[in-house]
């Protein structure tokens, strides 16, 4: 969920989590992250300076007659996703006054929000080296990275469960709901719960394993931060980042596909939701067609990544009053995105992410239930970005389960545009992968995700199978990319 969100590949064997990191030890503390930030600072701003020419998009966003095919495909799905016929927990039928919801929803709660100083103490600082010889971690997450280059969350980049919950609120209008998911999602799959911290980047010798001192020892092994969470945070087809199983690195801003977003709506209109749906599209075909180990999961790529493309949107726009959804223009995509055009047009910096001078907060918090409307919006748009699925081992193979078949669908399903109930699925899901230790730690953690389940009114899901097998070992076992993690 990190545009507000990417990382990379967690093996998880016997109850702890090893890593394979690609291009240097996981564990190899913070000697080895710091070449790879430097490395990683040095080579992106100078390939950034050796291609400036606009990319032609025409062709690209056009639909062809294969992307019409498969979104007809999906389309004739779509009735049975949406009405829950594999098992409705609620009669069947969309929820009029959600639908109607939908054509007449603004965003941003209306009128100017909240200004947000980036002077003072929260002028911008990029990463660096700290006074104790360790590297600031940035990761993937343009949201996270900023805040922490303006102070409002720790320079470094070790960060605490509550300060993301509380930041992420008070700089960008995040509901804390959303925040308490993500900071949940982020503490227990890439942190150590024990000390409610996580690292933004990669792993770090200031995280410890939980329960224990050694990178063996601990009970979920060595926390490797947000960069090595594929398909358990971060997820394929982003917008300006990667695809893992294509160059081993999910976290750093490819200036390509950063160009390619930037033109995919002309220079002087204003960047909307409708555009960033049309953009996930495109992604999620190009992933089809260069990745043969894409996977779209059903919590990472139908509900996470999409919402990647939502905050971007929804909570990155200025709302100084000029419009009630706010304004975000292709300035602020760039800064944010840690984009500037010295000493070369499209010079993309490391971790330089910033929030913009003269920028306004949300007047009203973006909660869960705006962004299950907004999801709803997304699939109602483009159907295939909420396909869940993906490449057998070969491009453009891509396998999605077909919702309308009730022997191979997966059973149980609840109805999509029934109240909140696009969320409660995604909370089930990852309910799915949630600790069953007796530990009071991670049961009071994975608690609160019960807790907002009930505050929306979830229906209660019985088990999420596909032809009578568990989803995530289904998952597993037909797609190569999920072998690892299936969320």
């Given amino acids: 969920m990190y545009a507000f969100g990417r990382a990379s590949l967690v093996l998880l064997l016997a109850g702890s989590i090893k890593v394979a990191a690609f291009g240097y030890l996981a564990d190899g503390g913070a000697s080895g992250h710091k070449h790879m930030f430097h490395h990683q600072l040095q080579h992106h701003a100078k390939r950034a300076a050796e291609n400036n020419e606009k990319p032609d998009l025409e062709q690209l966003l056009q639909r062809t007659e294969g992307d019409q095919e ?44 909240t200004y947000i100083d980036v002077t003072r103490e929260h002028q911008f600082v990029p990463p660096g080296i700290g006074p104790d010889g360790l590297p600031d971690q940035r990761g993937p997450c343009p949201g996270l990275n900023s805040l922490a280059n303006h102070h409002f969350i720790s320079h470094t980049g070790i960060v605490s469960f509550g300060e993301v919950i509380a930041m992420t609120n008070k700089v960008f209008g995040m509901g804390t709901d959303v925040a308490l998911l993500i900071a949940v999602m982020g503490t227990y799959f890439a942190g150590n719960p024990v000390q409610q911290m996580f690292s933004i980047g990669g792993p770090d010798s200031r995280i410890q394993p939980p329960l224990g001192q050694s990178g063996h020892g601990g009970l979920l092994g060595q926390p490797q931060g947000i960069d090595y969470s594929h398909n358990l945070i971060e997820a394929d087809s982003s917008a300006t980042r990667h695809d893992l199983y294509e160059t081993g690195d999910a976290w750093t801003v490819d200036i390509e596909l950063f160009k390619q977003m930037y033109y995919s709506v002309p220079e002087g209109q204003l960047i909307t939701a409708h555009d960033m749906a049309r953009y996930k599209a495109l992604r999620f075909k190009q992933s089809i067609a260069t990745n043969k180990f894409f996977y779209h999961g059903p919590y990472t790529g139908a509900i996470a990544s999409n919402a990647g493309y ?43 992410e910033r929030i913009p001078y003269n920028w306004y907060r949300r007047a009203g918090d973006y909660s869960l239930i705006e962004l299950n409307l907004d999801l709803v919006q997304f699939l109602l748009w483009y159907p295939e970005t909420h396909s869940i699925g993906g490449n ?53 953690l994975f608690g609160t995700l019960g807790n907002i389940g009930s505050g929306l009114g979830c229906p209660v899901i019985p088990d999420l199978t596909h032809g009578g097998v568990p989803i995530g070992q289904y998952m597993q076992q037909t797609y190569p990319g999920a072998k690892q993690a299936w969320l």
């Fill in 70 to 113: 498969i979104a007809r495909e999906y389309k004739r799905q779509l009735p049975d996703l949406l009405a829950g016929l594999l098992g409705p927990l609620s009669g069947g039928g969309a929820d009029p006054g959600l639908v109607s919801s939908i054509a007449s929803l603004t965003s941003g709660g209306g009128g100017a929000g």
């Fill in 310 to 352: 939502l905050f971007a949107a929804r909570l990155f726009a200025n709302h100084s009053g000029a419009t009630a959804e706010g304004e975000l223009t292709h300035d602020i995509l760039k800064s944010i995105f840690g984009v500037v055009d010295y000493p070369h047009p499209f010079t993309y910096n490391f971790g330089w």
């Fill in 392 to 444: 057998t081992g070969e491009v453009n193979s891509f396998a999605g389960i077909d919702f309308s078949d009730p022997v191979s669908g997966i059973l149980n399903l609840p109805n999509f545009l029934l109240g909140n109930n696009l969320i409660c699925f995604a909370l089930e899901v990852v309910k799915l992968v949630s600790p069953t230790y007796s530990n009071n730690i991670y049961a009071t």
